[in-house]
């Protein structure tokens, strides 16, 4: 209980007065506490994020450069000819590009967080960004003997999305799903007409490790990476929570069901639209969905 007493000369009484009045002010700062704290919070993201802008910049300069000298190493005869020096300019490069893909997603969750990721939404062809972000992930899975299929229905190659962030949604499954596979395996990627008709069932389907039930509980968490630290397999633990959180902001969902040992399918639902030029370029309205589902 906070207190505020205030004391008032009662003027022209023949005897000293006073009006005394006592205020209960605990709500009063209770609130100026509580929004002096959410400004303390909001300069401290916008510093995160523009320290983590500059940071990005700083370090994509000689990563760029570590990243474009490997690949000329590895075109020069001498490195060919040598297979120990030719796996270890592969390294190099493989390694240059992780720690590409690490910061870009840094930064991305930082924008979101601070509110400051925007989108570009409207009618975007899904086949030609399912294709490119096929070929993102070719080289690792001839690497690492891994079968990709593609296969976009005609009724499901318009939706209502960011193009940029559709191709960084569809890379991101991808990448996880050759990179946790098994020689040998397969990656589907498919596009599919929901049944609602308003949206389409973008899938990413693989015969890799799988997920325990306590492993999908903390899969879109910050920085887990699930118990396959000691892997081997490069990673940050929030590509998922960027991949999610894109989804949600283009108006989708994000769902999952996964076998341990059996391989895992990613599903991400978003609006449908028609084509580019036509005379309605507004998505359908959708019912609100959960942020994230799980079925195992």
């Not at 003027?11 to 400004?39: C, P």
């Not at 999305?161 to 020689?183: F, G, I, T, W």
């Amino acid at each position: 209980f906070e207190a505020q007493l205030q004391l008032t000369p009662v003027s022209g009484a023949r005897d000293v007065a006073w009006i005394i009045v006592v205020s209960d002010i605990s709500d009063t700062l209770r609130t100026r506490a509580a929004e002096q704290a959410r400004a303390a919070a909001e300069a401290a993201s916008l510093a995160k994020t523009e320290f983590l802008s500059r940071m990005s910049h700083e370090l994509r300069t000689p990563l760029n450069a570590i990243v474009g000298f490997a690949q000329s190493l590895s075109q020069d005869p001498v490195v060919q000819a040598d297979a120990r020096r030719r796996d270890g300019v592969a390294l190099i490069e493989r390694a240059g590009w992780h720690l590409t893909g690490m910061i870009s997603d840094v930064l991305d969750l930082s924008r979101i967080e601070s509110g400051s990721l925007r989108l570009s939404l409207g009618p975007v062809d899904l086949a030609p960004l399912a294709r490119d972000a096929l070929a993102f992930v070719a080289a690792d899975a001839k690497r690492d003997q891994v079968q990709c299929t593609l296969e976009i229905a005609e009724d499901a190659r318009w939706i209502h999305a960011d193009p940029v962030r559709v191709e960084q949604v569809l890379v991101n499954l991808l990448s996880n799903a050759v990179k946790y596979n098994r020689p040998g395996g397969r990656v589907d990627l498919r596009g599919r007409l929901a049944v609602d008709g308003a949206t389409v069932r973008i899938t990413v389907r693989d015969t890799g490790l799988g997920m325990t039930p306590q492993q999908l509980e903390g899969l879109c968490q910050s920085f887990n990476r699930l118990g396959r630290e000691s892997s081997g397999k490069p990673g940050a633990g929030i590509g998922l929570v960027v991949t999610r959180t894109l989804v949600q902001l283009m108006r989708g969902q994000l769902g999952v069901r996964s076998t341990p040992g059996a391989g895992s399918e990613f599903t991400v639902t978003l609006p449908v639209a028609q084509p580019a030029g036509t005379l309605t370029d507004r998505p359908p309205d959708l019912a609100e969905g959960p942020e994230f589902t799980e079925t195992r």
